[in-house]
């Protein structure tokens, strides 16, 4: 099998230490996928050194030729989705059509991102003082450094790679160990869109090698990292030793709360499908349900019913729609909360178990989970699980909803399901999280800011207009004339 490599400088470059790894398919996990750079220091200060030496002509560079050689790649990233979502849903594990439909989300964010290199960026401000003008300027950062997780590797990385480079910042892209290949990929369709030598570099690695290299590389001047809150915490502890920018996306523990709501077969299908899609493996899946005593028994029986229309198994198999987890480090994750629930004496309504073992199913998969009655201190209830798990908390009233819904150390988003509209404007406003679902499950949009708040994010939000904030820095300019 040939190796893949690195990209720094507009070339494939092998790891300074030649060390490599190689990835498996976690829906047959004995199907080695490639081998990829086990990347170390010296690698990543060669991309540090590639993205510092192409910023001066990259950064000076007319806004609208940036957009144009993005609006490329955004084409030829639609025509490639049929094979890059095949790999998405080899190396993630997520069903065919869920890969299809990242890749489609990321085509409409590249495309916004080339559109914004040619909008208006500063402001001007009338002048206290006759004769002068007075405005703001937005200018790059300079080398921004991406770190992306495994879960969407496709749309991730465009995500910040596209804004990046619209506002005239060069890149080092590191993305996660179990997903290089859809990295590579993208690598390759920004070469052949026209992309300079070293606006944007990648190298394939560890988090504790390369990423941390480039969190502590004061040629560095911002990090867009997007994963657990645990090592976004630490990236941002680094970063502020050097008074670098961060833009963190980090986890999750989203509620559903429902409450006095007209159509439980609507919010048990809109729950069931942000619940475990990707299977359960999303930053804003709902991942506890929130529901009133009086409407819990109603919900809860249809939840089981959409629960049972989901057919697990190999994602490029039709009719699959939820494939296995990541990896056998997550399948062991989930497990282990499952025990601790069923030790708990939550009621286990559906799943609770593996499936890894059956046949035709030797891959990392896991029941999709449902619990009853759980209580809103149990981990289940508290901790991001990050897979098909969905325990539901009865509660009394929309005070306790309510409390119970800001009682984690996330705020990322959150759905609510009402017909009454004090209570839409009671959760629109009290729930604290950065995103806000009134009857329908957690479905961002390619044109609207995304993040969150508490232990889910920190800095601009990614995604539409605010990603400019992240991207560039403000300079005031004052004139005499
Ligand atoms: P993770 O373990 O935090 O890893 C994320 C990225 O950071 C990977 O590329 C990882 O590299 C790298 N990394 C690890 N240690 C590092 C270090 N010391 N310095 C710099 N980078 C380091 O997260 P994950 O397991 O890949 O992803 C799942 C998490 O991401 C969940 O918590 C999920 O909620 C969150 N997430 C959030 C959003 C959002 O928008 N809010 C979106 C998607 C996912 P390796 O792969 O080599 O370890």
């Not at 690698?43 to 609208?64: I, K, L, N």
């Not at 629960?307 to 697990?312: F, G, L, S």
Request: charged fraction near 20%.
């Amino acid at each position: 099998m040939q190796p893949y490599a690195n990209f720094i400088a507009g070339k494939w470059v092998a790891p300074e230490a030649g060390d490599y790894y190689a990835t498996h398919n976690p829906a047959h996990p004995e199907e080695a996928l490639g081998e990829y750079p086990s990347s170390g220091k010296p690698d990543a200060e060669a991309a540090v050194a590639a993205a510092s030496s192409a910023m001066a002509a990259w950064g000076s560079a007319p806004g609208p030729q940036r957009g144009a050689i993005l609006f490329r790649f955004a084409q030829l990233l639609e025509d490639s989705r049929s094979e890059l979502g095949k790999i998405v849903t080899l190396e993630q594990g997520k069903a065919l059509g869920e890969a299809l439909g990242e890749v489609s989300r990321a085509v409409v964010e590249a495309r916004y991102m080339a559109g914004e290199a040619s909008r208006p960026g500063g402001q001007t401000y009338p002048s206290e003082r006759a004769g002068f003008s007075c405005q703001t300027v937005a200018e790059p950062l300079g080398v921004v450094a991406t770190i992306s997780p495994w879960n969407f590797p496709v749309v991730t990385p465009v995500r910040k790679i596209a804004p990046a480079i619209a506002f005239g910042n060069t890149v080092v892209f590191k993305p996660a160990s179990l997903t290089p290949w859809s990295a590579v990929y993208l690598m390759q369709l920004l070469e052949k869109a026209g992309l300079p030598a070293g606006v944007v570099n990648l190298v394939i690695g560890p988090g504790s090698s390369v990423g941390d290299c480039l969190v502590a590389d004061r040629r560095v001047r911002g990090i867009s990292f997007t994963g657990s809150s645990d090592i976004g915490g630490r990236v941002a502890e680094m970063a502020a030793r050097r008074f670098a920018s961060v833009q963190l996306e980090l986890g999750g523990k989203n509620p559903a709360v429902v409450l006095d709501y007209d159509d439980l077969d609507g919010a048990a299908r809109e729950i069931v499908s942000a619940a475990f899609l990707c299977s359960g493996q999303r930053c804003t899946a709902l991942s506890r349900v929130i529901v009133g005593e009086a409407q819990a028994d109603a919900l809860v029986e249809r939840i089981l019913c959409q629960v049972a229309k989901i057919r697990v198994g190999d994602g490029l198999v039709e009719g699959t729609t939820m494939g296995p987890l990541i990896s056998k480090a997550q399948f062991q994750i989930v497990d282990s909360y499952v025990r601790k629930g069923i030790e708990e004496g939550c009621a286990v309504l559906a799943g609770g178990r593996p499936l890894t073992g059956n046949p035709g199913r030797d891959g990392y998969y896991y029941a999709p989970t449902v619990f009853d009655r759980v209580a809103p201190d149990s981990p289940l209830a508290r901790e991001e699980i990050f897979g098909p798990v969905l325990p539901v908390i009865r509660v009394r009233d929309a005070e306790e909803a309510l409390t119970v819904a800001n009682g984690t150390r996330y705020g990322l988003a959150a759905a609510v399901f009402t017909s009454r509209p004090e209570l839409m404007h009671k959760f629109a406003t009290g729930i604290e999280a950065g995103m806000i679902h009134i009857n329908h499950g957690t479905a961002s949009q390619a044109h609207v800011p995304f993040g969150g708040r508490k232990d889910s994010g920190q800095g601009a939000f990614s995604i539409g207009p605010t990603a400019r904030d992240f991207f560039t820095n403000v300079k005031a300019v004052y004139a005499k004339w």
